[in-house]
């Protein structure tokens, strides 16, 4: 099996990030993606954030409060999830709910940041590889942004007013395998360590030398090796499951394809040529 030289992110996160020594790696990492100095108050407790230890669990959730009281929550997704937009509005919804007590007012809902670092091709298309969502409101007609002055939450930020946006849960998807490897800001030295589990001597983004040191597979001990390589041996199961997983349903849509060109009693042969399957396969569903 092939380690890098540094942990796999979704591994430091699980594991390594949860201590406050290493605030640091995440404190770099979300400054230079929200293009803010952030610095990490507390790490957090909720049902998405629970320190699971079943090496086959496929999501890895982090959730951090900042000096400003928002709640950020990294979300590491390794294999691809039709639904994963519906899940992420589900996991910021359920979260506000969580840190609502009954009968708080509605100035006490947090604002939530969700950061989803992913493993598979969510979109289609398109070639940009970090994506920003936020909730704004124009006027239909003169198409004007809503604007909310002598708002609490403009006093306490210090801000003239406010927007939707400083209230709404934001959200960042990262896709990790669409990095082409070109650096080009502080946000890119980072993803490069997200691709590759590595950081390269001339990188300057803020504590990303740090990662480098505290990330470092050769400085665990024999034990948290051991438990590493278990990791990233049941992550390659998976992997490995899911896509025997499509094969088999490609081959099954072969198979049904066949069936009903058999139906139109078209030849064996050109059957086969279209589908891809051996005479032998097409012959026994013939009988």
Request: aromatic content about 8%; overall charge negative.
């Amino acid at each position: 099996m092939n380690i890098r030289p540094l942990v796999s992110f979704d591994w430091a996160i699980k594991y390594l990030l949860r201590d406050k020594a290493n605030f640091d790696i995440l404190e770099g990492f979300l400054s230079a993606l929200l293009r803010q100095e952030i610095r990490i108050l507390s790490l957090l407790e909720s049902e998405s954030n629970q320190d699971d230890r079943l090496d086959k669990f496929n999501r890895v959730d982090l959730l951090v409060e900042n000096v400003n009281h928002e709640l950020i929550i990294i979300e590491v997704q390794s294999n691809r999830e039709i639904h994963y937009l519906e899940r992420m509005l589900y996991g910021t919804s359920k979260l506000i709910v969580e840190h609502m007590q009954l009968g708080d007012d509605y100035d006490q809902i947090k604002k939530i940041i969700s950061v989803s670092i992913l493993y598979f091709l969510l979109g289609e298309g398109e070639t940009d590889y970090v994506f920003h969502g936020t909730t704004e409101f124009y006027g239909l007609n003169n198409h004007s942004r809503l604007e909310l002055k002598k708002h609490r939450q403009a006093a306490l930020l210090g801000l003239e007013f406010i927007t939707a946006k400083n209230l709404f849960p934001e959200y960042y998807l990262i896709e990790v395998e669409k990095f082409q490897d070109i650096i080009q800001s502080d946000l890119d030295e980072w993803i490069y360590l997200l691709k590759h589990s590595e950081v390269k001597p001339e990188f300057q983004a803020k504590h990303i030398q740090q990662a480098k040191d505290k990330l470092a597979v050769m400085k665990m001990s024999p034990r948290e090796r051991q438990a590493y390589e278990r990791f990233l041996l049941n992550r390659m199961n998976e992997r490995e499951s899911i896509e025997s997983a499509k094969q088999e349903g490609r081959h099954e849509e072969k198979l049904s394809t066949a069936r009903a060109m058999l139906a139109e009693n078209l030849p064996i042969a050109l059957i086969a040529k279209i589908t891809g399957l051996s005479l032998a396969e097409i012959q026994q569903l013939e009988k």
